[in-house]
């Protein structure tokens, strides 16, 4: 009698190896699409709290808060070394960094917290105009790009650079002294501002800026600035940012240098 049965030959060491390796392979790409889609929806959380909370905190300013009540434990304060704010060292002036004072702005914590269980972190100034910044930590850049030293921030302070260009007219009438300022230091010196002229050893401060942001009202004043003389904040350039960054003195910023 005839055998019909059929032998089966199993995979060699070789194909299982090969099997195997593509096997790997697939679910590494697998896990990192998993995880970058993962890190993208935690960074679209951060930005989406951000953007609300500084929604609440202008709704609270314009209602008569004050912006450094919106921010407790302040420990991301900069003020150390030469850290300058409205032509002064920032410990001179109403400046905080910290958490966020959610009791302050009327809203549950636990519906504003970091998905990986930190606390954003918030930097308010009554000078400058009266500022504020919001900082988390970012997983992917601007680019897309997985990151581990990433920042977002939110907010309406600029730094401002010491150096300007443009002339002055000054007049003193008494104890006051008006400052007409040009193009482009219109909109540039806010109340509260410590300035002097270039070569001036002598330094005011704004006590109030016009409503088209061209006089200056100045007190404090050794002498009264010279007409067509070059103005600018007395102290260095700003601060970069309100917010210390986590590993430094220096300031967070977009992207880089994230504050916890």
């Not at 407790?72 to 920032?90: D, E, H, M, R, V």
């Not at 400052?179 to 005011?204: E, Q, Y």
């Amino acid at each position: 009698m005839r055998n019909n049965s059929v032998s089966t030959k199993g995979f060699t060491l070789v194909e299982l190896i090969v099997v195997i390796v593509i096997l790997a392979i697939l679910a590494t790409i697998a896990f990192l699409s998993f995880s970058s889609q993962s890190a993208s929806a935690r960074d679209s959380k951060r930005k989406t709290d951000l953007s609300n909370i500084a929604s609440k905190i202008n709704i609270g300013a314009a209602n008569g808060s004050s912006l450094t009540s919106f921010v407790t434990t302040p420990s991301k304060k900069l003020t150390w070394g030469t850290n300058y704010l409205a032509g002064t060292w920032t410990s001179n002036l109403t400046y905080e960094a910290g958490d966020i004072n959610f009791n302050q702005l009327g809203v549950n914590a636990g519906d504003f917290k970091d998905p990986l269980n930190y606390t954003y972190k918030m930097g308010a100034t009554t000078a400058v105009g009266g500022a504020f910044q919001l900082a988390s930590r970012i997983e992917n850049d601007d680019n897309g790009n997985t990151t581990t030293s990433g920042a977002f921030l939110v907010g309406n302070y600029t730094q401002r650079k010491q150096t300007s260009t443009g002339t002055i007219t000054a007049i003193s009438t008494g104890s006051t002294i008006k400052i007409t300022v040009s193009t482009p230091l219109v909109g540039f010196f806010k109340t509260w501002d410590t300035i002097n002229t270039w070569g001036a050893a002598n330094t005011c401060v704004v006590s109030s800026v016009s409503s088209d942001q061209s006089i200056l009202t100045v007190t404090s004043c050794g002498a009264t600035p010279a007409n067509w003389d070059l103005l600018k904040i007395a102290a260095w350039d700003e601060i970069s940012s309100l917010i210390a960054w986590v590993n430094s003195w220096s300031g967070v910023s977009n992207w880089s240098n994230p504050p916890y």
